[in-house]
């Protein structure tokens, strides 16, 4: 751990003029409790940590573990720099279309969600409400065009699925007794662990508005999430990364992504980890369309707005997006069928079945 810390801090003085404003000894020192308190990233390369520690840098970012901007998270002996709850919410705002605002609802608060265009109602309990058990969290998107809004609430049972199917921290290390993971229900990071999630996967579905060179932060693989190496080169001003390495360069194994193929719509021949991520991904936002959103729709209107958003995303396969905009349909004439119903006494109206 020393040699690394001397490492750390003899490429910032060597750089320092390069990177000054950006990092100092201050940032090292401070990512360096970090990696003591995770060994793995130990393992990692002086040169991935130092990059990363330099990309925190770029978005004002301290990754001290705590402040929950990022993290330095080792993955295949390569120290890499994930986004964090409130890293997360600074990519949205530093978008320039949106912010958001993102709570979790404790045992004892008053919560009434009122649908998805509405605030919703949410009066915190007495007390210390961080000791009670997470009901559920939701987060609102404030769009700053069309002064709007939306609401997405994820009820703790729905966030516990996510957990157990993509959690791969948690299946390695997971389950009632281990309470010191942060996943786990009666863990004091649980809560953060909820507003992540869920804030992750509306940016994912493109509700939330995060540029094409921050995404990358949003998909990076993490201790929880498993995904492809991201290049740190790539969201790096190449003012400073165009001449001499700021610190000696290190095989990573990845040969420059080709700048015909565009980074969000990765090959399966060319990158198979990538794509199984993009599946991984369109599988999640149809899933959320299937249980939050369709369940709602009540006019045509309200569908062609579904199918209209659908239609425009880029995370979702063409399969996918078949089955929501079907779905979408379907809603619209059962809800029709229903008013039909209840406006005839009861009694079906013809040709509605």
């Not at 990059?51 to 001290?64: E, P, Q």
């Not at 509700?207 to 969201?235: F, G, N, Q």
């Not at 929501?324 to 013809?350: C, E, F, H, T, W």
Request: overall charge neutral; proline content about 6%; some cysteine.
């Amino acid at each position: 751990m020393q040699q690394l810390r001397a490492s750390l801090l003899a490429a910032v003085e060597k750089q320092k003029d390069r990177i000054a404003g950006i990092i100092d000894k201050r940032h090292v020192l401070i990512a360096c409790e970090q990696i003591e308190a995770n060994p793995k990233l130990l393992e990692c390369s002086p040169a991935s940590i130092f990059r990363a520690i330099l990309k925190a840098g770029f978005y004002g970012w301290v990754c001290d573990g705590v402040l929950g901007q990022g993290y330095l998270v080792p993955f295949k002996n390569q120290a890499t720099l994930i986004a964090g709850y409130k890293g997360l919410r600074d990519l949205v705002r530093r978008s320039g279309q949106a912010d958001t605002i993102m709570e979790c609802v404790h045992e004892g608060d008053t919560f009434t969600f009122r649908g998805l265009f509405e605030e919703p109602e949410h009066i915190k309990g007495p007390g210390d409400r961080t000791a009670k058990p997470v009901i559920g969290a939701y987060v609102i998107v404030y769009y700053f065009a069309s002064k709007t809004k939306k609401c997405f609430w994820w009820p703790v049972e729905t966030i516990i699925a996510h957990r157990n199917r993509y959690s791969i921290g948690w299946k390695k290390k997971g389950g009632p007794n281990a309470v010191d993971h942060p996943w786990h229900e009666k863990n004091g990071a649980f809560p953060v662990m909820c507003m992540k999630t869920i804030l992750r996967a509306v940016i994912n579905r493109g509700e939330a508005p995060v540029s094409l060179e921050d995404r990358r932060l949003v998909h990076a693989p993490d201790e929880e999430e498993e995904s492809e190496i991201v290049d740190v080169k790539a969201a790096a001003p190449s003012a400073l990364l165009s001449d001499e390495p700021i610190v000696p360069v290190m095989s990573e194994g990845k040969s420059e992504q080709s700048a015909e193929t565009p980074p969000d719509q990765p090959t399966p021949q060319q990158d198979p980890l990538a794509a199984e991520e993009f599946q991984r991904q369109s599988d999640a936002t149809e899933r959320e369309y299937m249980t939050e959103i369709i369940p709602k729709i009540r006019l045509d209107a309200d569908a062609k707005q579904v199918c209209d958003a659908v239609l425009a995303r880029k995370d979702l396969t063409k399969d996918a997006m078949d089955r929501i905009m079907a779905a979408a349909k379907k809603q619209v004439r059962d809800a029709k069928g229903k008013r039909g119903s209840r406006s005839n006494n009861g009694k079906s109206l013809p040709g509605v079945e």
